[in-house]
C-alpha cells in the first residue's frame, strides 16, 4: 500500500497542473495534435511541416488520450507517466527473477523515488517510453538466456523494434553495445547470449520498424534522409551544434548527482567487482556483469556524442538501481567479505551524504524563491533520514528496505508538487500570453515571434495557430510592413533595440517572468525575472488591440 501510494505521487497526482515546460513538451504536444488533425497517423507534422526529429510511434501513444480528454497538459503527459510505471514494474520482476525478491523490491522503489523518474514521467517526451520498450526488450532477452526460457526472446525482440519506432536505430545500436560488452568480458555472458537467435531476432525487428522508415523515404525522399537520418542522427551525435558543449565527464556527473545518497554505495560495489576481477576470487555472477556492461553501453555511447542532454542516458536508471539494491541487500544482510569490504565503507557515508544534501536544499529554498515554511518538511526529511541512517549503521542493524530515506524522497516530491511547482507556475508566463494573443487577435491576424528562443513551441501550443518565428529585425520590419495586422510576442529588451532602431512598435501586453524555467539553465539563472512584450505595429489603429497596457509584472 505505501508502494502504491509513492507511485501515485511520483507518477500521477497534479499530473496535468502545470502548463508545459520549456521546449520539448508541447513541441511534442503539437505535433500530435497535428497529427489528430490532420488524420495522418504515419508522418508527424509540427507547425504545418513535416517533422523529422523522431519517428511516430510516441505520436500514436501520445494521440490515444488527447482523442480522448482533449489536447490537455494531462492527456499530453498520461503516456510518459505510464510508461514510468511500466519501467518500475520491469525492474522488480527482472531482479525477482535473476537476484531475489528483496532485491527486486527494493530496485522497484529506489527507481520510484529517482529524481529522473519524477521528473520525466511528469514531461511529455519520449524517453520514458523509449526506455519502457529498449530496457523492457533487453530485459527479456536476458531471462531468455540466463534462465533457460528462449520464448521470452520473441517479445523481447518485439520491444526493441518498438524502441526503433520510438527513437529510431539508437535502440540496437545501444542494446547491441550492452550485449557485445557483456560477451567480452564473461564467457559465461558469452555462452548464454550466444546461444539465442540473434538473426531471427534482428529480422523481427526489421519487419516491425523498416516498413515506416521505407514509407517516409519514398513519401519524402532525401527531405527524410537529410532531416531523420543525417541532421538528427549522425550530425547530431558527431558535431557540435552549440557551442561550450559538456565535456566527456558530464553523464558520470549527472549519475554522481542523480543518485545520490547511493552514489557512494555504488561506487563501493563497482571497486569491490573489479577487486573481485583482479582477484579472480568471487567473480560477479553474469547478472552483475550484464548490468554494468548495460551501464557502461548508455554511459559510454553518449559520452562520445558531441551534443548532450541529461535525460539521455535515463536507460541506464533502471540498472544502476539493481545494482545499489543489491548492494544493500548484501550489506544489510552481513553478506560482505574483504572482497565486499568498499560496499561497506560507501553505506557508512549514505547517511553523512543525505544530511549535507537537506542542509544545502534548505540553504537554496530559502535563498532562491520565497515558500511557505511548511516547504522546508522536505529538507528536514532528508536530515532526519540522514540521521535515522548513521543511527543504523552504527548498530550494525540495517533495514532490508530503508524505508526512512523512502519515505524523505516521498515528502520531497510533495513540497515539489505543492508548493515549488505552483511558485514557479506563477512565473512562467508565455502560456498566460499565448492565451492573451489567442483571444484578442482575430483568426486573420499574424501572429509571430521574435527571439523567443525555447518558448517557440509552448506559445505555438497554446496560442493554437500557425505562429511565424522570426530571428532578425528586418523579418520584423516585414511582418508589419504590410496592410495586414499582426502580433509579434518578444522580451522587452529586444522591443526596445528594436523601437532604438527605428521600428514603429506598440506593447499592448505585457507580463514579467522567468526566461526559464526547467533545467541547468534555471539553476545557474535563478530567479531572475525578464519582462515579455506583446507588440503591434504603430500604424495600425484598432483591430481589439487593447490600446491601454496591461501590466502583469510579479
Not at 82 to 89: F, P, S, T, V
Not at 112 to 125: D, E, G, H, N, Q
Not at 139 to 147: F, P, Q
Not at 424 to 450: G, S
Request: proline share 6%; with cysteine.
Amino acid at each position: 500500500m505505501c508502494w502504491g501510494a509513492l507511485l501515485y505521487i511520483v507518477l500521477f497526482w497534479r499530473l496535468g497542473t502545470p502548463t508545459f515546460w520549456d521546449p520539448d513538451e508541447a513541441h511534442y504536444a503539437q505535433t500530435t495534435r497535428e497529427l489528430i488533425e490532420r488524420g495522418d497517423w504515419l508522418a508527424p507534422y509540427y507547425d504545418h511541416q513535416p517533422f523529422f526529429d523522431k519517428p511516430v510511434f510516441f505520436h500514436l501513444l501520445q494521440s490515444l488520450p488527447m482523442r480522448v480528454l482533449g489536447p490537455t497538459e494531462f492527456a499530453a503527459r498520461l503516456v510518459p507517466a505510464l510508461a514510468a510505471g511500466a519501467i518500475i514494474l520491469t525492474t522488480w520482476w527482472l531482479g525477482a527473477v535473476l537476484a531475489s525478491a528483496d532485491v527486486g523490491f527494493l530496485a522497484a522503489l529506489l527507481l520510484t523515488v529517482s529524481p529522473a523518474v519524477f521528473a520525466l514521467s511528469r514531461y511529455a517526451i519520449l524517453d520514458t517510453v523509449f526506455t519502457a520498450c529498449l530496457f523492457g526488450g533487453v530485459s527479456l532477452l536476458t531471462v531468455a538466456a540466463l534462465r533457460d526460457r528462449p520464448r521470452l526472446q520473441y517479445p523481447g525482440y518485439g520491444l526493441l523494434a518498438l524502441a526503433a519506432l520510438t527513437k529510431g536505430p539508437l535502440a540496437i545500436a545501444l542494446s547491441g553495445l550492452a550485449f557485445l560488452l557483456a560477451i567480452a568480458f564473461s564467457a559465461d555472458a558469452r555462452r548464454r547470449l550466444l546461444g539465442l537467435r540473434w538473426l531471427l531476432g534482428l529480422a523481427i525487428v526489421a519487419a516491425v520498424a523498416a516498413p515506416w522508415f521505407a514509407y517516409m523515404y519514398w513519401r519524402f525522399g532525401a527531405e527524410f534522409v537529410d532531416g531523420y537520418f543525417l541532421n538528427e542522427n549522425l550530425l547530431l551525435f558527431a558535431s557540435p551544434p552549440y557551442q561550450n558543449l559538456p565535456d566527456l565527464s558530464f553523464y558520470f556527473r549527472i549519475v554522481a548527482v542523480g543518485l545520490l545518497p547511493w552514489t557512494f554505495l555504488l561506487l563501493g560495489r563497482l571497486v569491490d567487482d573489479l577487486r573481485a576481477v583482479w582477484t579472480r576470487r568471487a567473480l560477479p555472477d553474469t547478472f552483475e556483469v550484464l548490468l554494468w556492461s548495460w551501464t557502461l553501453a548508455i554511459l559510454g555511447f553518449f559520452s562520445f556524442s558531441r551534443f548532450k542532454l541529461d535525460h539521455y542516458i535515463f536507460p541506464a536508471a533502471p540498472a544502476l538501481c539493481l545494482l545499489a539494491a543489491r548492494a544493500w541487500t548484501d550489506v544489510s544482510a552481513n553478506r560482505t567479505t574483504m572482497l565486499k569490504a568498499v560496499s561497506k565503507v560507501g553505506l557508512v557515508v549514505m547517511g553523512p551524504v543525505l544530511i549535507v544534501v537537506g542542509v544545502v536544499v534548505a540553504g537554496w529554498m530559502q535563498s532562491w524563491m520565497a515558500l511557505p515554511a511548511a516547504a522546508l518538511l522536505a529538507p528536514v526529511a532528508l536530515i532526519v533520514a540522514g540521521a535515522v541512517l548513521i543511527a543504523r549503521t552504527r548498530k550494525g542493524a540495517l533495514p532490508r528496505v530503508p524505508w526512512a530515506v523512502i519515505a524523505a524522497f516521498g515528502v520531497t516530491y510533495v513540497v515539489l508538487i505543492v508548493w515549488i511547482g505552483p511558485a514557479l507556475e506563477q512565473r512562467k508566463v508565455v502560456p498566460d500570453i499565448a492565451r492573451w494573443v489567442a483571444m484578442h487577435a482575430p483568426r486573420t491576424t499574424r501572429v509571430a515571434t521574435y527571439r523567443l528562443s525555447r518558448w517557440n513551441p509552448a506559445l505555438r501550443f497554446y496560442v493554437e495557430r500557425h505562429t511565424d518565428v522570426l530571428n532578425t529585425p528586418d523579418e520584423v520590419h516585414d511582418l508589419f510592413a504590410g496592410a495586414e495586422a499582426a502580433y509579434c510576442v518578444m522580451p522587452q529588451p529586444d522591443y526596445e533595440d528594436l523601437v532604438a532602431h527605428g521600428s514603429r512598435l506598440e506593447i499592448v501586453y505585457s507580463r514579467a517572468g522567468l526566461w526559464v524555467t526547467s533545467g541547468r539553465a534555471l539553476w545557474r539563472q535563478g530567479y531572475r525575472l525578464t519582462n515579455f512584450v506583446v507588440v503591434t505595429g504603430a500604424s495600425h489603429p484598432g483591430e481589439d488591440r487593447a490600446r491601454s497596457i496591461i501590466s502583469a509584472h510579479e
